[in-house]
């Protein structure tokens, strides 16, 4: 496949997922066997993202979990609208033709959460939560933390340089949620005050 005139292997991808110990990893990385990946155990996962990204040397990185809620499959069309003027790319539950397959007291947090995050980061980017990203290596430029949401760093970083790609966002396929609702809140006004 080509990418702005390239291959998808010249391009250099490293896929980073920040876990070790997810039931699904197994099955997900057999889905990702023709990209290299970084398997990151630091606690906090602005931590590990950040610890993965720094130890990597590809053009390219991808940032995803390894619960089995993130497609690999979207990932060709992710890095093929990498350019000039997009720097990084974000997998959307909540743009056009995007979805969530989670229950809808986890849609109603997650939609909560990313309105407030629009609010204060002026953004038109409708999905700041979903943790699947694809951008270029330099561009994943975010203060690390044990909890801070690295994604909400990057777009209120670089905001006019990031596009959204729809994602059908699934049901975490194994494992328990890590994400703690008042500890989300707290992490979205110690960046808004950055």
């Not at 110990?21 to 290299?36: F, I, M, Q, S, T």
């Amino acid at each position: 496949m080509l990418v702005c005139g390239k291959t998808i292997s010249s391009l250099n991808v490293e896929v980073v997922i920040p876990a070790l110990n997810e039931p699904y990893l197994p099955k997900l990385l057999k889905e990702l066997r023709h990209y290299k990946v970084s398997l990151r155990g630091e606690f906090g996962l602005s931590t590990a993202v950040y610890k993965g990204i720094q130890d990597s040397h590809a053009q390219v990185i991808v940032v995803m979990d390894g619960d089995g809620s993130h497609c690999p499959h979207a990932l060709p069309a992710m890095i093929k609208l990498l350019d000039d003027k997009t720097w990084l790319v974000v997998g959307s539950r909540y743009c056009k033709n995007g979805y969530s397959k989670d229950s809808i007291v986890r849609k109603i947090i997650s939609r909560f959460y990313c309105f407030i995050a629009r609010i204060f980061l002026r953004t038109g980017i409708k999905d700041c939560m979903s943790g699947f990203w694809v951008g270029y290596r330099w561009a994943f430029k975010f203060q690390p933390s044990q909890t801070y949401k690295f994604g909400l760093q990057l777009i209120k970083k670089h905001k006019n340089h990031i596009k959204e790609y729809p994602i059908i966002f699934s049901k975490r396929k194994k494992g328990e949620s890590h994400v703690k609702p008042l500890q989300s809140l707290k992490d979205f006004f110690a960046i808004f005050r950055r």
